[in-house]
């Protein structure tokens, strides 16, 4: 392999990392790639991209809540070529470094005064669901292209317990169109547990509502409840859902792999499994393995 | 550099278990030098394989290769055929047949289907074995789930007068896919708070994918009346076995992942059952006082 698909097999690597593992994944691979400098420079794309997609949640400074470092919290790269992320809660904008995965240099940011009301009442519906349903979740609501209809809403909850050798990752991402009267959605669950083995769940789930009219038409705060509540029950149903899936995955697919004991009921009896001609067959062969 | 080999083994058990395969490929592509390693210590999918002589179907992995042949265990054959491809000492091929008989019969009990193979090897002082293992669910129609499961069952056995010493160690790959996807309207109706003209309408789609794979060892003493003793004796150490490790998946895949996710969700309003809480803190001050 030459450096380049070395690279490459390095991104590939971080990308599959599994819920809070990012970092353990990295010194394995910068053991095995054993070129820290060639790899800084080439795994950063990689890093950056798990990051956005992962909806990375991070401490700003100045700021009372964690934000979420997503596509969707992207502002247009400077002409420096520095590249922030919004806050549209406290009205921030920050940087944000991949590999320490700090954030800096927060400052205000100016939002779109006609989107505001809207996407204010969208984000306080989206909070008060958040409390309701997940235990460690964090959430925004993003305007969309700056046009004053379209919203982007994203839930992350993590939980990481690496002492008893599990992770978990929750993410749903919301597409909220007033124009169409639509909400596209996707949930994700990764579930990773790894005490003397690694077995992983990983679990999407696509959504698209297509919203009553009169949804639309009502006040931004009663439309965003309407909207959140929607949500909410297909999140709810969906788990439900999963839930069943579980059950039919452990009752049929799994019994139908291997049976907990034969149709006897009973384990083998191995001396008659082996038969007497076998056994025959073995034994006047005697002293084959020397000390018999 | 068992440092390298740590880091790699790490690796494999963090990255998921549906990509192993790849992902020991890419491994092997940039430490060429550690590739024995790494295939000897992570555990990739048995292959199915059809014995040419017999029409009976075989499974491949590490310990039946040559070069790039494979090893019937019902024909003793090489497939591509190998010249001087190593095959068993005569009395071990001997013991290698009863016991691919024995797991064939076991086989039929547990799995009423799938495949089978034993293969053996001589040691220094005795020899060492794998039994393998493998059914395969596929789907009929889009939604039924399907899944995998491959046992894999590797002894070292020593023998000691009338004993025998064995080291077992077992690993199980389980994997289970389910899709689902519906559509359906109106969600709202008669529940009071609708309000509004027209329903919402619903569509989903989805899948499930639970993926890994579990391993244990264990060290017992058996008594050896006859050499075929070796193949009850690991017999009944292998079907304990199995009998742990499927309690242990059943009890990780569909037991402790599942609770992860409510650990990160709550079906249950959360809110209301803290609301509720405090409304009893406040009541049994109150009888209290």
Same mark, same amino acid.
């Given at each position: 392999m030459n450096e380049t698909e070395r690279i490459q097999a390095a991104c590939s690597f971080l990308l599959q990392s599994p819920p809070g593992e990012i970092n353990d994944v990295l010194n394995d691979v910068r053991n095995i790639i054993s070129d820290d400098d060639t790899l800084h420079a080439g795994v950063l794309p990689a890093l950056k991209e798990y990051n956005l997609t992962q909806f990375m949640t991070v401490d700003v400074p100045g700021t009372e809540h964690q934000s979420i470092v997503s596509e969707a919290a992207r502002l247009e790269a400077t002409e420096?070529?520095?590249?922030?992320?919004?806050?549209?809660?406290?009205?921030?904008?920050?940087?944000?470094?991949?590999?320490?995965?700090?954030?800096?240099?927060?400052?205000?940011?100016?939002?779109?005064?006609?989107?505001?009301?809207?996407? %204010?009442?969208?984000?306080?519906?989206?909070?008060?669901?958040?409390? %309701?349903?997940? #235990?460690?979740?964090?959430?925004?609501?993003?305007?969309?292209?700056?046009?004053?209809?379209?919203?982007?809403?994203?839930?992350?909850?993590?939980?990481?317990?690496?002492?008893?050798?599990?992770?978990?990752?929750?993410?749903?991402?919301?597409?909220?169109?007033?124009?169409?009267?639509?909400?596209?959605?996707?949930?994700?669950?990764?579930?990773?547990?790894?005490?003397?083995?690694?077995?992983?769940?990983?679990?999407? #789930?696509?959504?698209?509502?297509?919203?009553?009219?009169?949804?639309?038409?009502?006040?931004?705060?009663?439309?965003?409840?309407?909207?959140?509540?929607?949500?909410?029950?297909?999140?709810g149903r969906y788990e439900t859902s999963l839930n069943d899936t579980y059950t039919e995955m452990g009752e049929k697919t799994f019994k139908s792999l291997r049976r907990a004991l034969p149709l006897t009921r009973q384990k083998l009896d191995w001396d008659r499994v082996m038969g007497y001609k076998l056994g025959a067959e073995l034994s006047s062969s005697k002293n084959m393995f020397g000390s018999l | 550099m068992a440092d390298l080999v740590d880091s790699m083994l790490d690796l494999m058990r963090r990255l998921p278990p549906t990509r192993t395969e790849e992902n020991v490929t890419a491994l092997i592509g940039i430490c060429p030098d550690y590739a024995d390693d790494l295939l000897g210590s992570v555990d990739q999918p048995l292959k199915l394989r059809t014995d040419r002589a017999t029409g009976k179907e075989y499974l491949a992995c590490d310990y039946n290769r040559d070069g790039d042949s494979y090893r019937s265990p019902w024909s003793n054959e090489y497939d591509p055929p190998l010249e001087d491809g190593t095959v068993p000492t005569p009395k071990l091929r001997k013991l290698e047949i009863a016991a691919n008989e024995a797991f064939d019969t076991y086989r039929e009990m547990y799995y009423e289907g799938g495949a089978s193979s034993v293969y053996l090897w001589d040691l220094d002082d005795g020899f060492a074995g794998v039994v393998l293992l493998k059914k395969t669910i596929t789907r009929t129609t889009p939604h039924e789930p399907s899944g995998s499961w491959d046992s894999i069952h590797v002894f070292e056995a020593a023998e000691r007068g009338r004993q025998a010493h064995y080291k077992l160690t077992s690993t199980v790959m389980l994997q289970l896919v389910t899709r689902n996807s519906s559509q359906d309207e109106d969600q709202e109706k008669g529940n009071g708070n609708g309000g509004g003209k027209g329903a919402a309408?619903?569509?989903?789609?989805?899948?499930?994918?639970?993926?890994?794979? @579990?391993?244990?060892?264990?060290?017992?003493?058996?008594?050896?009346?006859?050499?075929?003793?070796?193949?009850?004796?690991?017999?009944?150490?292998?079907?304990? @076995?199995?009998?742990?490790?499927?309690?242990?998946?059943?009890?990780?895949?569909?037991?402790?992942?599942?609770?992860i996710v409510y650990d990160l969700r709550s079906v249950d309003d959360l809110e209301k059952a803290r609301r509720q809480r405090e409304l009893q803190k406040e009541l049994v001050g109150f009888i209290k006082r």
């Open positions: 420096d070529g520095k590249e922030r992320f919004v806050d549209p809660r406290s009205k921030t904008s920050f940087l944000f470094d991949h590999l320490t995965l700090e954030a800096t240099a927060s400052q205000p940011f100016e939002v779109d005064a006609d989107c505001e009301p809207f996407r %204010a009442a969208l984000e306080k519906a989206t909070i008060s669901y958040l409390t %309701a349903h997940f #235990h460690d979740g964090v959430s925004f609501v993003f305007t969309k292209n700056g046009t004053a209809n379209q919203f982007i809403m994203q839930i992350v909850a993590n939980k990481y317990n690496p002492s008893n050798y599990w992770s978990g990752r929750w993410r749903s991402e919301y597409h909220i169109d007033l124009n169409e009267n639509t909400v596209q959605g996707k949930v994700l669950v990764n579930v990773h547990y790894y005490e003397q083995g690694n077995v992983q769940l990983s679990a999407t #789930h696509d959504v698209s509502i297509t919203l009553p009219a009169a949804v639309v038409t009502a006040t931004p705060s009663a439309a965003a409840a309407k909207i959140l509540a929607q949500i909410g029950n297909e999140e | 309408r619903w569509k989903h789609e989805g899948e499930v994918s639970l993926s890994g794979s @579990m391993t244990r060892q264990t060290e017992q003493d058996w008594p050896l009346t006859d050499p075929s003793s070796h193949v009850t004796n690991t017999g009944r150490m292998i079907e304990e @076995m199995e009998i742990k490790m499927r309690n242990l998946l059943q009890e990780v895949y569909f037991g402790k992942t599942r609770d």
